[in-house]
């Protein structure tokens, strides 16, 4: 079994805001699952511009068009780097993904517990892909591990979810 790669101690983020030019207030319970994500990306992450090895980083968070900015900033340097990634990629994956998630709170209040654990597998099973997609698309961009991909994605999830 290979040894774990050891994480630089910068190479992490400390912090995320998401940009309210572009990305609108929502209800109490958007807003609360958007913090969550913050905070659970920010907890435990390995996150790192390719090319880079400053760090710690900074992120902001915005949309243009149907595009996700991604502004990193590198505290040990104050350097900036901006990415564009389309989400016409995840638009079919987020969709199907808020709609088993519907499914699995519906099934939580009249459902057997194999039924919800089999919903669950399904909503689980589309949050991986969503995270791979989103690790695909920043593979020359970001390198990361692939819980961050997963938190990252819960936060991309948390930016369209309507509430």
């Known amino acids: 079994m290979a040894e774990p790669q050891e994480q630089r101690p910068g190479a992490r983020l400390i912090e995320i805001h998401l940009d309210d030019q572009s990305i609108a207030r929502s209800t109490a319970d ?23 090895d400053g760090g710690p980083y900074r992120l902001r968070i915005g949309l243009i068009d ?22 016409s990629p995840f638009r079919k994956i ?28 399904g909503r689980r099973g589309l949050h991986n892909e ?20 997963r938190r990252l994605f819960t936060l991309v999830c948390a930016l369209h979810w309507k509430g």
Do not use: W
């Not at 913090?35 to 090319?51: K, Q, R, S």
């Not at 590198?74 to 780097?81: A, I, L, P, R, Y």
């Not at 020359?140 to 819980?147: P, Q």
């Open 94 to 121: 987020v969709k199907d993904y808020f709609m088993v998630c519907e499914s699995y709170y519906a099934a939580i209040r009249s459902s057997t517990p194999a039924q919800i654990e089999a919903i669950d597998m």
């Open 30 to 52: 958007v807003e609360h699952e958007r913090a969550v994500a913050i905070y659970d990306l920010i907890e435990e992450n390995h996150f790192e511009p390719c090319g880079h």
């Open 130 to 149: 969503g995270s791979k997609v989103l690790m695909d698309r920043l593979a020359d961009k970001v390198t990361m591990d692939f819980d961050t991909a």
């Open 66 to 87: 149907n595009k996700l900015r991604l502004e990193i900033v590198d505290t040990g340097s104050d350097g900036t780097f901006t990415h564009i990634l389309s989400l």
